[in-house]
T-cell receptor, first 112, second 110 residues
Framework: GAGVSQSPSNKVTEKGKDVELRCDPISGHTALYWYRQSLGQGLEFLIYFQGNSAPDKSGLPSDRFSAERTGGSVSTLTIQRTQQEDSAVYLC??????????FGPGTRLTVT | ELKVEQNPLFLSMQEGKNYTIYCNYSTTSDRLYWYRQDPGKSLESLFVLLSNGAVKQEGRLMASLDTKARLSTLHITAAVHDLSATYFCAVGQGAQKLVFGQGTRLTINP
């Protein structure tokens, strides 16, 4: 079946602009995660959604970052007033249980 | 705070040789994962280890978990070039997130 999909695959933006990154999880998966992979920081957890519960936002690095998940499916990660240190690959994952996370192909964000 | 450390971070080896990647973590967890990442690609799940003494094997890769020592190993047997990739271990924290190691970049030379 279809895996986790993310769009766009690449995004180049100017410093100070806002960006939106999209994640379509595997159908039926109730949990959705965002991670960031950068050269300096490795792979970091950003945010987690589980069903209708309040999301765990403990990994968001600043208040410029926000995410929402509509209808328990698609999620959007928004970064406002982008900075060069936001350049990274943003990975989305989804799961049905706590014991497996399936990762999407990622969005490579470059802030110039 | 949960910390996960892998070693080595870089590994260059010859085809046909055996080697082991180590993953240490600092606090108790009920699950440990190994992922593979090829350049420019996403993470591919290799193994999920859920209990002390768990051992899983797939082809030339074998992973084990010692929860008392907070240590997991990924053993490569008779390496082949196709196994060249970056390997990450990750430890589950709570029900939500994974905390990743730094990754081990493995290069297998003919």
């Amino acid at each position: 079946g279809a895996g986790v999909s993310q769009s766009p695959s690449n995004k180049v933006t100017e410093k100070g602009k806002d960006v939106e990154l999209r994640c379509d999880p595997i159908s039926g998966h109730t949990a959705l995660y965002w991670y960031r992979q950068s050269l300096g920081q490795g792979l970091e957890f950003l945010i987690y959604f589980q069903g209708n519960s309040a999301p765990d936002k403990s990994g968001l690095p600043s208040d410029r970052f926000s995410a929402e998940r509509t209808g328990g499916s698609v999620s959007t990660l928004t970064i406002q007033r982008t900075q060069q240190e936001d350049s990274a690959v943003y990975l989305c994952a989804s799961s049905l249980t706590a014991y497996e996370q399936y990762f999407g192909p990622g969005t490579r964000l470059t802030v110039t | 705070e949960l910390k996960v450390e892998q070693n080595p971070l870089f590994l260059s080896m010859q085809e046909g040789k055996n080697y082991t990647i180590y993953c240490n973590y600092s606090t108790t967890s009920d699950r440990l994962y190994w992922y593979r990442q090829d350049p420019g690609k996403s993470l591919e799940s290799l193994f999920v280890l859920l209990s002390n003494g768990a051992v899983k094997q797939e082809g030339r890769l074998m992973a084990s978990l010692d929860t008392k020592a907070r240590l997991s190993t990924l053993h490569i047997t008779a390496a082949v070039h196709d196994l060249s990739a970056t390997y990450f271990c990750a430890v589950g924290q709570g029900a939500q997130k994974l905390v990743f190691g730094q990754g081990t970049r493995l290069t297998i030379n003919p």
